[in-house]
């Protein structure tokens, strides 16, 4: 699953909702000569600004030798450079000027960001520069970390919710990058080295492989002049790039890691599309009306009706080549077998059974409606731009984004559901009290 590891210092469309999203303006974009790109998205009736740094640079650009670099140098860049010496200091800059500082690791890029009121926008670009162009990674900073980032592995290998949906990726995509987890290794946690982390950053962290965004009360002409004074990047190319996803074809469909838990946690679910293939927003809406929601047909049916679930929900994850779309659960464990063929069930209806024009109508309305209240947020706002920017060929707007939604009919629900969710392709990661002899029992209810 696409978690992102965090960490913290403190053309107009007929839409009723369309009185909200009029009050961002269209995005726009400049591109330096060293192939920066500034993305700026002007928000009215906003007195704050965010400042969001995100890098092409990820788990998926990982070796299994250094698998968890990226998320451990993203923790180093708050230890000190040049301007602001170490923790404290770029603490007590972003605090005492009421701001939201915040910083994540995914599988595709890594982000940075400072959330802010408008007269303290250069606090945040003053200390986000200075993170990115002068970090030192002290040896004894990254012995001090060492602890925490085990600490934090250590956590998420007791929380079975998160670890399962990462033997779920394992399962589907297998021994390369996009099967390996964001947090990585102990043994590379507990070995990397400062010289490690200066030749990471200096092959990744490049203009060219860099977007910066800026949400909220800004101009554009303001925030274009603003990073350009800030942020003077070595004209300097990225060294290379991730491998591609090769699809493997396996035997495989049940990943199962036996432990002593009060709950079952499982995810049952397929390789699905790439984030930029012409059905995306149809597989999102596909998810949406599967487990999006509680009015949705697991939560109705799985859940509620049959009380087979604490949590359970279905989310998609998008890459650059290839992508997932996932059912995840927590269920009574003498049950589980009950709630894996429940879940089964609905995606063989959904297949077989066109969905009501109520139903469509319904989740349609509910996705554009999240999205449109992300938008609310200019951290949110930034992302979406400054993702899209980094990643991708074309920049949609929210407008566009809203009337691919709009478009999508039953049929296309069906035709992306045919092709995404048969028994073949299913694939199955469970943690609970359970032996290996379980699996084939846990196989066979796929078949």
């Not at 007590?92 to 690791?105: H, R, S, W």
């Not at 990073?227 to 495989?252: I, S």
């Not at 509620?304 to 890459?319: N, R, S």
Request: glycine share 6%; net charge negative; charged share 30%.
């Amino acid at each position: 699953m696409q978690i992102l590891f965090k960490f913290f210092i403190k053309g107009s469309l007929c839409y009723p909702e369309r009185a909200f999203y009029k009050k961002i303006s269209m995005h726009k974009i400049t591109t330096l000569s060293n192939n920066l790109k500034i993305v700026s998205s002007k928000i009215e009736g906003t007195k704050s600004v965010t400042a969001l740094i995100l890098v092409g640079a990820g788990s998926r650009y990982e070796t299994e030798e250094n698998n968890g670099i990226s998320h451990f140098l993203e923790h180093m860049f708050f230890k000190g450079a040049e301007r602001f010496k170490n923790t404290r200091e770029v603490s007590e800059a972003i605090d005492g000027a009421g701001g939201e500082f915040n910083a994540f690791t995914g599988k595709e890029y890594a982000g940075y960001y400072v959330k802010i009121a408008k007269h303290n926008l250069d606090t945040a670009l003053n200390v986000l520069s200075d993170m990115m162009i002068n970090s030192k990674f002290l040896p004894e900073e990254i012995e001090k970390e060492r602890g925490v980032i085990l600490e934090e592995f250590n956590m998420y290998l007791d929380t079975p919710m998160y670890q399962v949906g990462w033997d779920f990726e394992k399962l589907i995509y297998g021994n390369q990058p996009l099967g390996r987890d964001q947090i990585g290794t102990k043994e590379l946690i507990k070995n990397i080295q400062q010289k490690d982390f200066v030749e990471y950053k200096n092959s990744l962290y490049t203009p060219d492989n860099i977007t910066i965004a800026l949400a909220g009360s800004i101009e554009h002409e303001e925030a274009a002049k603003k990073v350009q004074e800030y942020f003077d990047f070595d004209d300097k190319k990225k060294a290379f790039d991730f491998v591609p996803y090769e699809q493997k074809e396996t035997q495989e469909t049940v990943w199962l890691k036996e432990k002593k838990t009060e709950q079952a946690h499982l995810v049952l679910g397929v390789e699905a599309l790439s984030a930029e293939d012409e059905g995306i927003y149809i597989e999102k809406l596909l998810a949406v009306i599967l487990g999006g929601n509680m009015s949705s047909r697991m939560f109705l049916n799985v859940r509620e009706a049959q009380g087979l679930a604490y949590y359970i929900q279905t989310t998609t994850d998008d890459y650059l080549d290839t992508g997932a779309l996932s059912t995840r659960a927590g269920v009574d464990i003498s049950r589980i077998d009950d709630a894996i063929v429940a879940i089964a069930k609905e995606y063989t209806k959904i297949t077989n059974e066109l969905i009501s024009e109520k139903e469509l109508k319904k989740s349609k309305e509910y996705l554009k409606g999240k999205i449109i209240l992300s938008f609310e947020d200019s951290e949110e706002v930034a992302h979406f731009y400054a993702k899209q920017t980094l990643l991708y060929e074309k920049t949609k707007s929210i407008d566009e984004v809203l009337e691919k939604i709009e478009k999508i009919t039953a049929e296309d629900i069906q035709r992306i559901a045919k092709k995404l969710l048969k028994k073949e392709r299913m694939k199955l990661a469970i943690i609970g009290p359970y032996q290996n002899k379980d699996k084939v029992r846990f196989e066979n209810l796929l078949n």
